[in-house]
């Protein structure tokens, strides 16, 4: 009987150490934003952002006049484009991978400037919001643009967009605007997402080598080259 009892209870402490090993294995791991291009001057915190910095929970984000920071936020995003005399902060940041599909949570505070991004299909579980100081904007399979104003910009799927008490759909082409608090047109072009932005590559002349023609002499001059107006294709 003494024999069986403590089996009893050994077999009773190794399920509650299994049950408590399943839920720590579950519980949602924090996600990072990795910085993948930096033009101008932005900083994370109190120091200065570099392509190949990350920004966790609880991180804010700041550019200057004539800036712009891209981030990659892996499950998360995945990507974001914060523009010029932007303030955001990443309140949430975290995603679930243990079951049969992933459950982001994704929440940025936008305090002032505006910020634009691609947001792949997520599960119905997961939720992604930019929230600013008038509007919530929940986001889902989506390309958009939110301002610190309020105005939400969609390209393609919708925004669920908070307002004053009110919730209005935003869907491909169109815009929340919040000084009239209707859905518009949307007045902007097409945005290119951040994770198909091509790589900016200098531009300068064209130098056009002409060919040599044998010992006959040369078109144009042997190494000759064309660098004015012409050459610059």
Request: hydrophobic share 35%; with cysteine.
């Amino acid at each position: 009987m003494k024999i069986s009892g403590y089996l009893s209870r050994l077999a009773a402490l190794g399920a509650c150490i299994a049950l408590t090993s399943a839920l720590v294995t579950a519980a949602p791991q924090p996600g990072q934003a990795e910085v993948t291009r930096v033009r101008g001057t932005a900083s994370i915190g109190n120091n200065p952002a570099k392509v190949g910095d990350f920004a966790g929970p609880g991180s804010v984000i700041k550019t200057g006049a004539n800036s712009q920071l891209d981030l990659n936020l892996g499950l998360n995003g995945p990507d974001i484009t914060v523009s010029a005399d932007t303030t955001i902060s990443v309140d949430e940041l975290s995603f679930d991978d243990a079951g049969p599909e992933t459950v982001v949570t994704t929440k940025l505070n936008l305090q002032a400037g505006k910020v634009a991004g691609y947001v792949k299909k997520t599960s119905a579980q997961s939720s992604y919001t930019v929230v600013t100081p008038t509007t919530t904007a929940a986001i889902r399979g989506t390309t958009y643009l939110v301002t610190a104003e309020g105005d939400v910009y969609v390209w393609d799927g919708c925004v669920d967009v908070q307002f004053q008490d009110r919730r209005f759909a935003v869907c491909a082409g169109q815009h929340f605007d919040p000084r009239i608090g209707q859905v518009v047109p949307n007045p902007l072009p097409p945005v290119i997402p951040p994770r198909v932005q091509p790589p900016v590559i200098p531009v300068g002349p064209v130098i056009n080598l002409s060919p040599v023609q044998g010992s006959g002499g040369t078109s144009g001059g042997e190494g000759s080259a064309n660098t004015g107006a012409g050459g610059v294709k």
